[in-house]
């Protein structure tokens, strides 16, 4: 297999995998639609970019090296995703009463700026899958253009999933249990993150 080829499935297992961010994707879709999660899918996507950019200048591997840090940046993005857990559950059932607890493209920054799981995912891209391009900064570059290629495809996915969902979610007693699936599977991940580390 080529290192593109690698590169390319690599990302899509590790990016594609349902975790908090699938999941706040699917459940938000799902309530609001695919149009009124657009933005809340470009922050993750930003969010993910910025990620990138900082794990590559060093960020993944100063956590690496600073248990406290690390665990410091865990802890604070372990509450986010929690507190995002809580306002996807507690999402008023009326959709116009809902909109004022949509999420927006700020919550998709932050989603993935604080998760530490995505700077732990980049330091074993780049130390295991860049690809073989000179200089070193092209290959970074181009690494992270196939990542976020990726991203792009599978949250894409992942709303598709929400919109088709969504009809199912116009039933009161179904979009809650729907809803608190999602932030049950968000706070698992939380968990699951805590106890691998």
Not at 48 to 59: E, K, P, T
Request: with cysteine; aromatic share 10%; glycine share 8%.
């Amino acid at each position: 297999m080529s290192p593109l080829t690698t590169l390319a499935m690599t990302a899509m297992l590790l990016f594609g995998s349902p975790g908090p961010g699938p999941m706040t994707i699917v459940a938000t879709s799902a309530t609001f639609g695919v149009r009124k999660t657009l933005s809340l899918y470009v922050g993750i996507l930003t969010g993910l970019a910025i990620s990138m950019v900082a794990a590559a200048l060093g960020l993944a591997a100063l956590l690496a090296a600073w248990p406290s840090a690390k665990l410091t940046l865990q802890i604070v993005g372990g509450l986010y995703v929690l507190y995002l857990a809580y306002r996807i559950a507690t999402t008023p059932l009326d959709t116009h009463a809902a909109e004022g607890a949509r999420l927006t493209m700020r919550d998709g920054v932050l989603l993935n700026v604080l998760n530490p799981k995505s700077y732990a995912v980049l330091l074993v891209i780049y130390s295991q899958f860049l690809l073989p391009i000179s200089p070193a900064a092209i290959a970074y570059v181009a690494t992270m253009g196939v990542c976020l290629a990726v991203a792009v495809f599978t949250n894409i996915f992942w709303m598709c999933v929400g919109g088709a969902i969504r009809p199912l979610v116009q039933r009161p007693l179904f979009s809650r249990l729907l809803r608190l699936t999602f932030a049950l599977l968000m706070i698992g991940a939380v968990f699951w993150a805590f106890i691998q580390s």
